[in-house]
């Protein structure tokens, strides 16, 4: 290993021990300069930034272990490593739990310090390289992320673009998409990137509150309007009011409040209930919903004058199956989560395991993906994540939704297609993607198993 560059301070009051280590380590590629104890020390680390100290513990004036609690604030980019007589090993270890790297007692073989040495500079390596890699994981994040979403694929990254331009006008925003695709993030996404940021932000699910208390629940009451109404209540437009309202489900909603909703959005005012004025409010409405809202509209199921004045911009997310170019990175940002959440130090995911999650069509998209991960990382018991951790869950999730995908239509190529399709991804997942092993669970040959992963475009 190439050592040149690596700044040594000595530390020690016996000459000769000075001298014997001053020799060795220069031979060895460092520069090293001396110091006969800890006080002379101190003024040093004051000019010079070392790489390494070896430090003797048992010194006059300022022993090692006072010097190393004086200096410590500037070793922050220094390894230190004690060096002990006999009688002063716990010393020693005390050293360590304060920051030491090691100790070498004394006496020492010259191989023992280039030893000590060496798995120091090792483990300054390894501390570098782990540095660059959250730098670069957490530029990564910083360039693929809204708010709280994470996405790279062009699709994605489209929406993104879109949304920040959103954010800048006080306008009405109208998020279609699956369940689980991320709609509520992005519209906490715009809010907390506009002029409202600072604001309540007040999410309500239009399918979670019962019809009955649905207006009081929106508008708030006066004391005395119906039975149980002790004082007058805020609505939730009110608790909004300078900030925004994130409308989920909004196809849920009745249309006796529809119609209310439709005076809220071109008047801006709300009624309590039991009120007879009504009251303005500043509320930015941002809505949302799995459902074909135009479909609905020629139903008779939504309004077409509420829906005209929500679509004043749309925004469109698309399930996980149509972009799983996103996969690895939502993988690698929800390890990183759940790590932090459960303590864990769950590392990768395997290229095996990733296969199976690129294969799979997700129908909860990426809400099911975090699931599966969490459930996989709370399960683990190894470092990396293999196909087991995953498994069991996705297997009992394989029933007739996926049996109707593979047989939908009347294509008996189509099916044979699908099916095979699935066979050889759970074969190959067996077999961590080794494919000879593969072709032979499958009973086929190994250049027809080839010939199908690439007819069928299996990730593998």
Same mark, same amino acid.
């Given at each position: ?5 690596? *700044? ?10 000075? %001298? ?41 004036? /300022? ?8 200096? =410590? #604030? ?26 030491? *790297? ?25 501390? =570098? ?6 730098? =670069? ?57 506009? &002029? ?12 979670? /509150? ?21 004082? $007058? ?14 409308? +989920? ?8 409040? @529809? ?39 020629? @139903? ?24 799983? &170019? +996103?996969?690895?990175?939502?993988? @690698? ?15 990768? /995911? ?51 939704? #996926?049996?109707?995908?593979?047989? +939908? ?24 993607? $080794? ?10 040959? %190994? ?5 199908? /992963? ?7």
């Amino acid at each position: 290993m190439d050592k040149i560059g690596k *700044y040594i301070l000595v530390i020690d009051d016996e000459e000769n021990m000075r %001298h014997m280590l001053k020799t060795l380590l220069e031979k060895s590629g460092y520069i090293v300069e001396t110091a006969s104890d800890g006080s002379e020390a101190l003024k040093m680390v004051d000019q010079t930034l070392y790489d390494f100290i070896l430090c003797d513990l048992k010194m006059p004036n /300022i022993d090692g272990m006072e010097f190393f609690e004086s200096a =410590r #604030d500037k070793l922050w980019a220094t390894t230190v490593i004690m060096m002990s007589a006999y009688g002063t090993i716990d010393t020693a270890i005390e050293s360590m739990k304060q920051g030491a *790297y090691d100790f070498i007692s004394k006496p020492f073989k010259s191989d023992e310090v280039l030893l000590t040495l060496k798995k120091a500079e090792e483990r300054e390596s390894l501390k =570098r390289e782990n540095r660059w890699l959250k730098e =670069r994981i957490k530029k990564i994040q910083e360039n693929y992320k809204f708010g709280k979403l994470v996405a790279k694929s062009k699709a994605m990254q489209s929406v993104f673009k879109l949304s920040e331009k959103v954010a800048q006008y006080n306008t009405t925003v109208l998020i279609l998409g699956e369940s689980g695709t991320g709609k509520e993030l992005i519209a906490r996404g715009i809010h907390s990137r506009s &002029e409202r940021s600072g604001m309540p932000f007040v999410p309500v699910n239009c399918g979670g /509150i019962p019809d009955s208390l649905l207006e009081s629940e929106f508008f708030g009451y006066k004391k005395g309007a119906f039975t149980g109404a002790d004082t $007058n209540k805020k609505g939730l437009f009110e608790e909004a009011d300078e900030g925004t309202m994130f409308l +989920d489900e909004i196809g849920e909603l009745p249309q006796p409040l @529809q119609v209310k909703l439709l005076r809220v959005l071109q008047e801006s005012e709300i009624r309590p209930v039991g009120e007879s004025k009504t009251k303005k409010i500043d509320v930015r409405v941002i809505a949302a919903t799995a459902k074909n809202l135009e479909d609905e509209v020629s @139903q008779g199921n939504f309004r077409e004058d509420l829906y005209y004045r929500l679509n004043v911009l749309k925004i469109e997310l698309p399930p996980l199956r149509e972009r799983t &170019e +996103d996969i690895p990175l939502l993988n @690698q940002y929800f390890i990183n989560l759940f790590n932090e959440k459960f303590n864990k130090d769950i590392r990768e /995911i395997s290229p095996s395991a990733v296969s199976l999650l690129l294969n799979r069509q997700w129908p909860g998209n990426v809400r099911e993906l975090e699931n599966a991960i969490e459930r996989a990382i709370v399960l683990a018991e190894e470092p990396v994540l293999m196909p087991e951790n995953f498994l069991p869950e996705i297997e009992k999730k394989m029933g007739k939704e #996926d049996l109707n995908d593979i047989f +939908d239509g009347y294509s008996l190529k189509i099916a044979k297609e699908k099916f095979e399709t699935m066979m050889i991804t759970k074969a190959l997942v067996k077999t961590e993607g $080794n494919r000879s092993q593969a072709s032979r669970l499958l009973e086929i040959s %190994h250049p027809s198993l080839l010939s199908k /992963i690439k007819a069928y475009s299996i990730k593998a």
